[in-house]
């Protein structure tokens, strides 16, 4: 009788497959290229041995085949194939789900099987457990106990990471950030409180209410700083949270995170605080440690990252610390009436993003973020968000009639 996996309907590329007839599970003959080969060649592969097309191979035989060339893998790796095997109701293990594992990509399907053969790696030896690692390996580890909640996951980002690309976005914000503050300050002959300067403001970079009307404004003002104590707060947070975030979750994701935090802020300035000045990257900072925070909250059981309750202590400390100078200076009285100082209301808007779209992206590693339905609904509320605060900044001055300062 042929194996029920036979009669099932297939939507995916040709599955790994074992002869039904015969005694023996035919097996590739070169499976050690399985690791590095791409998805196409795996393909042309699998086809000769898969004549029905079926797109599925039953657990079973999968078990015998891993069983026969597991020590080609690494042992990580391993394991999480067979938790797929054994996270399988059905008895199956589809060939799309096998090929996204081999090339480091993971789909929805796939990590509900994980969740539920998980059961299956708690015996094995934890991540934290393994001796001999270079300082490299250790380093990796340990921003896999930071930043991720899941053992699973923890041993699927160890064995993945390659350093390449390196974590260079916030690296490179940082070094451009502290590369214009030196420039003003040489400038200015000011390293402290840069904004009582009144050459401050008439830069390109920083927001202001007269100049709303120049766009890059909404964001290249994150590159400027109110002074080495704003810079430095900012800078210590955005290394100490954002490179390892960028680690494990791509610069894509994370910078996606930080410019929607740093446009949210000055949108959210020319709302609410309609007469101030902007400056600083505390709009993506903010939105970056408060995802990561909200995160941990979240998974509090599964990290597993030393002294948790303390360093989130600490990290809540930087951040009010670094809000109650951005309130004080907006209610300083200001050096060069009638403007006032810069406003603080842009932290908030980094926070809303990153307890929004940053949790969402935080919660779902290595998944594909256009098929979770809460990304896009918290993509939707802060695109309406963008819409409805442009239609304000080109309306609502005019209609409500607002005082703004002088052009600087």
Known sequence: MPDASRDVPVHSSPAVAANAEGDEIEVLESIDVLPVAPEDQWKSLFDKFDSESSGFISTERFRDLLA???????????EVLLALADGNADGKICYQDFVNLMSNKRSNS??????QGGRQLKGAGALGEEVGLGLSQRLVRHIAYETLPREIDRKWYFDSYTCCPPPWLILAITIAEVAVFMYY????DRWVLQVSSPHFLRGPLPYHPQLRIQAWRYLSYAFMHAGIE?????MAMQLLVGVPLEMVHGALRIGLVYVCGVLAGSLAVSVTDMTAPVVGSSGGVYALVSAHLANVVMNWSGMKCQFKLFRMAMALVCMSVEFGRAVWLRFYPPAFPPCPNPSFVAHLGGVMVGLTLGVVVLQNYEQRLQEQSLFWIFFSVYFLFVLCAVFWNVFAYSLLDVRLPPTP
Not at 68 to 78: I, R
Not at 110 to 115: H, K, M, N, V
């Open 68 to 78: 026969a060339h597991g020590s080609e893998l690494d042992p990580h790796k391993l």
């Open 185 to 188: 300050g040489l400038q200015l």
């Open 230 to 234: 704003h810079l430095g707060l900012n």
């Open 110 to 115: 796939f990590r509900r099987a994980i969740l």
